[in-house]
């Protein structure tokens, strides 16, 4: 059965900044634009203990997400509760698409 929802992003990359953002993830950005996939772009969004409700909105409406497992990724808080929240949206779509 061929789900007729729309999304907002192709991919969300959950990845730690200071580890990735300037190297791999950049290289990543370019050439997923040069191909026309959307990926959600954090920039901007101010950081804190818990996710921003605009990080939430993104995964929800993003059709993949890759987590960009790094040296500190699992020391910070942030990228934790964007892998939680990647976690609870798949098992949302995988119990939905069971039925």
């Avoid at 950049?26 to 969004?45: E, P, V, Y």
């Avoid at 960009?68 to 964007?82: D, I, P």
Wanted: charged letters at 25%.
């Amino acid at each position: 059965m061929a789900s007729s929802r729309t999304w907002r992003y192709s991919v969300f990359p959950s990845f730690h900044g200071q580890d990735t953002r300037k190297a791999f993830l950049s290289h990543l950005r370019k050439h997923f634009n040069s191909n026309g996939i959307t990926m959600f772009d954090d920039q901007g969004i101010e950081r804190s203990q818990t996710i921003a409700p605009a990080l939430v909105r993104a995964i929800r409406e993003v059709r993949i997400s890759i987590v960009v497992l790094s040296k500190n990724y699992a020391s910070s808080s942030w990228c934790l509760n964007e892998l939680v929240e990647i976690l609870k949206c798949k098992n949302i779509v995988m119990r939905s698409s069971k039925k």
